[in-house]
Nanobody, 121 residues
Framework: QVQLVESGGGLAQAGGSLRLSCAAS????????MGWYRQAPGKQRELVAA???????NYADSVKGRFTISRDNAKNTVYLQMNSLKPEDTAVYYC???????????????WGQGTQVTVSS
């Protein structure tokens, strides 16, 4: 079974920085993509950033130029470096990945449990 575990959330001041980490573990044969979603109170969950197996990245317009997604393939870990944080970045951030395991023959989608990010003014 594949599991995603997030870390790095917490409280930051506006203009500050945080780095989120998400480590995938289990019988992993390949990872098609990894990314970060976030959900603020009363709002829908939205894609923040994603990185594909080839290294290409996508970002939500609201975080372009401030957030950077990266991946350590050797450790099956994805990171989200968040700089110049704004109060509107406050949300629960969820790691997401499409992963092929040795148990299943086709890719499956996995979610982490989420980590709270709070940005104060």
């Amino acid at each position: 079974q594949v599991q995603l575990v997030e870390s790095g959330g917490g409280l930051a001041q506006a203009g500050g920085s945080l780095r989120l980490s998400c480590a995938a573990s289990g019988r992993i044969s390949g990872i098609n993509a990894m990314g970060w979603y976030r959900q603020a109170p009363g709002k829908q969950r939205e894609l923040v950033a994603a990185i594909l197996s080839g290294g290409s990245t996508n970002y939500a317009d609201s975080v372009k130029g401030r957030f950077t997604i990266s991946r350590d393939n050797a450790k099956n870990t994805v990171y989200l470096q968040m700089n110049s944080l704004k109060p509107e970045d406050t949300a629960v951030y969820y790691c997401n990945a499409d992963i092929t395991s040795s148990y299943y023959g086709s890719p499956r989608n996995y979610w982490g449990q989420g980590t709270q990010v709070t940005v104060s003014s």
